[in-house]
Each structure stands twice: as structure tokens, then as C-alpha cells.
């Protein structure tokens, strides 16, 4: 693992940790890495993986991937997800397409 976010979400009166994992990309030939995430849902945990040429792009679209779940996830559309306070982001990009979905920090600087 290289890398960890928890997110939250609120529940009625409690708050539900949403953790989401980032492993280290893998080489499996001369242009072909895979970047594995986890992203700890309540229905439970989502495993998931990017391709790239190399390992920088693997990791990216990792990222990028991990983004679009969450900002078309419904927890997100509910309103009751949040890294550090409601409206502000998660911190993951999102490919070109989701831009729209932004919001808070990540509309202003990813």
C-alpha cells in the first residue's frame, strides 16, 4: 500500500468511515503496469484495478478512477459524504468528462 484516504459518511446520528486504499503499481511486461485500489463501501469493499504503459500512468488513472467512483456514487449525491467537511471535495481527480461534478477545493485546484 502506498497510499490511504478516509472519507466519511454521515448516517443518522453516526459517522461511518470510508476507508479507500491505494497499493503500488506492478509491472507485468515491458509497457504494462496495473495500480490496485480498495475503496471500503458500506455494502462492502470494492477492489479495482488501472492499466497503464508505465507505472506513472497506472497510478494516475487509479487516481482518476477512485474520483469518478465517488463523485458518481450515491453517497456523494446524497450530500452525506465528506473528507474534511461537507461541499469541500475529496481530493481525487476525476477524468475530463466528470469535471462538472466537482466541487469545493477540488473545483478550484484539481
Request: glycine fraction near 10%; hydrophobic fraction near 40%; charged fraction near 25%.
Amino acid at each position: 500500500m502506498i497510499a490511504t484516504r478516509t472519507l466519511i459518511l454521515q448516517q443518522g446520528n453516526t459517522d461511518k468511515e470510508i476507508a479507500i486504499r491505494v497499493l503500488a503499481p506492478k509491472q507485468h511486461g515491458p509497457r504494462a503496469w496495473s495500480c490496485e485500489y480498495e475503496i471500503d463501501w458500506p455494502e462492502g469493499t470494492r477492489k479495482f484495478a488501472a492499466h497503464g504503459v508505465d507505472s506513472v500512468q497506472a497510478l494516475l488513472l487509479a487516481l482518476k478512477m477512485i474520483g469518478a467512483e465517488i463523485y458518481t456514487s450515491e453517497y456523494h449525491k446524497s450530500g452525506k459524504l465528506f473528507s474534511e467537511a461537507l461541499g469541500r471535495g475529496y481530493g481525487f481527480p476525476v477524468p475530463n468528462t466528470l469535471r462538472d461534478l466537482l466541487e469545493g477545493d477540488d473545483a478550484k485546484y484539481l
